[in-house]
């Protein structure tokens, strides 16, 4: 497709040399003062096109020939001509110098092309009002029948894109009359077609017909998009044009909510009335309306048309595409007219409304949506958006962790499908699409679920997707923690443990979620230590749990560490000493059973020793209990340790320890700091703020002179 | 409304550095923002006209990486074709939507819809709440007659010599950047104005 050829083309038109090119420029100009224009003009031109468009640079063109070319893009009837010069023209700009002051002027009478070519050249606001202002202009100028080839809904829509107040409200009133002429009143009569009178034309007309719908059916009553005919007329083309741009031109200039001036504040009250009166408007009150409230009514009832002729069955296929789209931009027209907000969100909650409670709809949107539409990139792209403006945590983790699961499950070609369809297997797939609770064994049974998906584990998609769920779910906790809802976080902490064993067994995959996990675990209750209270059922039964030990190491030393240093009254007054001594004891059975039987990592058993430790300074009579097995590790019954070195870390930390139990409330304070030592704000004290203040005050005021320079010793207390 | 529309390369190019993508066509549509919003308002027409290239180019490129990523994440072996089977081309095409932050170029959002046909992109740029089904089904009709008109899957470059072909495609089917709700009829009766055109 892309050659070599093509590439050295545009090489060589970016170094055309100087002198060439004004060569070049010199023949063109030469072909222009001609009276015919054939091959070798058009050709010259779109040379001359590659050269100015093929480098970002400008390049400025010799004054008579840009002349020529304004000349010929203006009044040439020749459309190849007027396309190549205005391509070019775009390209440049005009010359600059004494003499050359270009004006819309110089590009009447306005066409589409030439229009076009001034709005690239706009530097203003006020360059877009003055084009719009000839362009409405233009508008009153025309015979009916000739509008649609200026193109003016369409140009008139990118200038109020780029600058609303570029229409007065003059030109607002005036085009809103005009929009529902063409929306509403555009012929039903098939446009376009011929009379078979010839010269002598008789009452020998030939009817045209009706246009019809896209089923076939002949068309029962206003034209809008989803008619057809064998020809347009120009009033239809302008219903084309006029739906094209309509929610557009709402949004811009019907915002129910703008109170900016004291108009728009009656506007709001004859909305409220226009509402109502869309249901059962005749065409007598309507024309009492404003123009304004007149187009709102009419794109309503336009919008309600398409709506009803979506349903017809087409006969072309290439127009069901169509029918989708104006359905869902008539929904949003509808929906957009109600309410202020602009999202897809209130579209769905306004059409559905009516029929499901809210609740129902957005678990639709939350749950099911997600895995059914990420396979589709442009309904994934605006659930994402809706994603953005609307929070749904604890779902939103679920499906992250799973989408790993989920890529895999959703491959092509996977042979596995078949498992799929057996239901057996059915209920753990829709188990992990819609990311609820299962029922029964489901959770269980999740491990033949990923048997059956490891084949896919190599392929790229997965990998990819491996690779970025870590990442995710670090961006979302950092983002769930700044909303300090308890109850949510809670929740978290629970999923958090729970999904870490229902993980896809892909190489590094387990052990990064794991890391993550952890990281924010650790996180979570450092900013709310009352949730280690909250939730120490679920805590001491992952802790207790001794083949967590060997499946989930860090995220294991993790839950154990939160435990030992948040299991305490000083952060939660519920924290009682049963709880303390049944943390203790279910942490104190975990260690007899590791270093009873196996070689447990000396990671664990060291942070099993600090955790018992810290939860027995606040208990007292548990410090024998911890102290007669740190007493055993003094005396060497290591055994079950693997190297020299771990040997040494996990004696000399049992030594640590032993030495602080012997003075329980040094222990208390050691190992259950109060968070006036946890987090020291030296500068609030009283007292202890004076020095460094004073030494503060001392180097802003004392000047570094080296006649005055004395040592500061004064400042030191 | 539509931005911008664009062809670039998304494969290799030998003088490009890895990552770059040859811009072979675009056309914005509208004047530059900057001039507008009085960020750049200092600027002459010229800076004004080199700022709007480069944000197309940075838009090629966010598109290119987005088709390589779909493509290696899809692992589908890429189809070879050529003159006369622009169809097959077309329905072996992948497609893709991408978001553009604020600022990444333009101040707004934007999203960039794309279409992959082998070595080149499609990419349409429009507003961030446009109607993507109608921004869609455009797309892919601009693109076939780009294929089809240009004789794009062929060696030769008629994208750049013949690219007056591609103003009266969009000055039909896009004018202005402006998406049309266009019926089968609609659709023919351009698509005749526009066969004359190109026979010439």
Known sequence: MYSAGTESLIKQAREIGEAELQKFYSRITKQLTGKEYGHDVIDSLQRLHLILASTKYTRRLPVELHRHLLSLCVSSSVEQLIVLTSAVLRETLPPSGPGQNYTLHDYSPLTSQTAALVLSQAGSKEDLSALSSLLLRSLEGRPAGTHSHLHILPLLNTIITYCPESLTEDHVTLLSKRLVDWLRYASVQQGGVASSGGFFTGPRIRQPGQVAELDGCVCGDFFTVLCVSQAFSDDQWMNLYSFSLLRHWLITYHNATDGNTSTDADDRSEVDGSVVSMVSATSSTSRLLPPKERLREKSFLYCQRLIEQSDRKVLKRTDTDLQKACLVEALCILDRAESPCPSLSSTLTTGLRQRWPVSVVWRCVFGVLPAECFNDPYLAHETLSLHQSQSAAASHLRTTVHTTSLTCSRGRGLSSLEAFRSPAHRGLFLFLLRGEAGSGDTMDRLSVLHDLLMEAADWSRVIQSAQSVPVLLHVYFNTVTTVSDERLLAQLVLVLLERSSLLLNIPRYTAEIHRVFSHHLLKLCKLHPSLVVDQSRELLEFAGTTTNIHSKEDLYTHVVWVLGEYLSVSYDSRCSVDLVTSCFEALEAVLFEVTSSGSPSPRVVTSLLSALAKLASRSHDLIPRVSLFLSKLRSGAVSWCGSEEDVVAVVTRGEELWSLLKLPSVALSVLTPPSLVTAPHWHRDTNAALPPRLRTLTGLTHTPDTHTHTPDTHTHT | ?200
């Not at chain 2, 060696?155 to 402006?178: A, C, F, T, W, Y």
């Open chain 2, 1 to 200: 409304m539509v931005q911008c529309f664009l062809i670039h390369t998304i494969g290799p190019v030998s003088t490009l550095a890895p990552g770059e993508s040859r811009v072979l066509y675009s056309r914005v549509f509208g004047p530059e923002e900057g001039a507008l919003t009085g960020a750049d308002s200092e600027l002459g027409p010229e800076q004004r006209r080199l700022l709007r290239n480069e944000k197309v180019a940075v838009v090629a490129r966010q598109v290119r990486s987005a088709v390589t990523l779909s493509r290696e994440a899809s692992g589908r072996v890429l189809v070879e074709t050529v003159l006369g089977e622009e169809l097959v081309a077309l329905q072996e095409a992948d497609s893709g939507v991408q978001r553009l932050g604020r600022g990444e170029p333009w101040t707004g959002e934007r999203s960039a819809l794309w279409l992959g046909v082998q070595g080149l992109a499609f990419t349409l740029v429009t507003e961030p709440h446009e109607n993507l089904l109608l921004a869609e089904g455009t797309l892919k009709n601009i693109t076939r007659h780009c294929l089809e008109h240009l004789r794009m899957l062929g060696p030769g470059s008629e994208v750049l010599l013949k690219s007056d072909r591609i103003d009266v495609l969009l000055h039909r089917l896009l004018p202005h950047g402006q998406l049309l709700f266009l019926n089968h009829r609609f659709t023919q009766s351009l698509e005749k104005e526009l066969a004359n055109y190109m026979a010439q």
